[in-house]
């Protein structure tokens, strides 16, 4: 079973560079099965999709977030990374690693979201 | 973008009573479509995909239906457990997008 671990940040200062690690855990991150998201849930509030990133190296991103955003992907380490730059304190959040298939066969051996991080955007 | 909108925000049902929680699309997505289920302090679990497929390990008392613009999540029978708040996802098209979910509370 595939499993999904974000690493943990904590405290992020205003204006500096959010960094977070997914680690692939029973299975490979270099699958074309899956596409590697990125979601954020602020304090109280819903879901909101961050980005993708296909094991080709193809991504997509929130377009409210694209200037400031990179996902990229480490074969080598079987993680997938998220980088937020000039963050304020509307970026405070739970940030999910997750996935979705890339096409339908897959879907039902899907791994379950991470656990979470939460985020705090403060000086 | 795909705009997904969620009916009713909230609803209360009493246990062992139905539940129909609603979600639309503003354009087309085909089937689709997922269902996720949150409850406090947990991350979200995949319940239904492709608008009306069970994921693995979801009770029968969950199912899906829909297509094209209006899906339907009911919950047959509601236990203890249910009371939660679910997401709606459309996957048909980039940007991902998601409902602004219902919250299912006890009546």
């Known amino acids: 079973q595939v499993q999904l671990q974000e690493s943990a940040p904590g405290l992020v200062k205003p204006s500096e560079t959010l960094s977070l690690t997914c680690t692939v855990s029973?299975?490979?991150?270099?699958?074309?099965?899956?596409?590697w998201d990125w979601i954020r849930q602020p304090p109280g509030k819903g879901l909101e999709w961050i980005g993708s990133?296909?094991?080709?190296?193809?991504?997509y991103y929130n377009s409210s977030l694209q200037s400031r955003l990179t996902i990229s992907v480490d074969p080598s380490k079987n993680q997938f990374s998220l980088k937020l730059s000039s963050v304020t304190a509307a970026d405070t959040a739970v940030y999910y690693c997750g996935s979705h298939a890339a096409y339908d066969s897959v879907w039902s051996s899907s791994p379950d979201w991470g656990q979470g991080t939460l985020v705090t955007v403060s000086s | 973008e795909t705009v997904m909108t969620q009916s009713p925000d909230t609803l209360s049902v009493s246990p062992g009573e139905r539940a129909t929680l609603s979600c639309r699309a503003g354009q087309n997505i085909r089937s689709n479509l997922a269902w996720y289920k949150q409850k406090p302090g947990q991350a979200p679990r995949l319940l239904i995909y492709d608008a009306s497929t069970r994921a693995t390990g979801i009770p029968a008392r969950f199912s899906g239906s829909g297509s094209g613009t209006d899906f339907t999540l009911t919950i047959s029978s509601l236990q203890s457990e249910d009371f939660a708040v679910y997401y709606c996802?459309?996957?048909?098209?980039?940007?991902?997008?998601f409902g602004q979910g219902t919250r299912l509370e006890i009546k």
């Open positions: 996802q459309q996957y048909n098209n980039w940007p991902i997008t």
């Open positions: 029973g299975g490979s991150v270099s699958t074309n099965s899956y596409y």
């Open positions: 990133i296909y094991y080709s190296g193809s991504t």
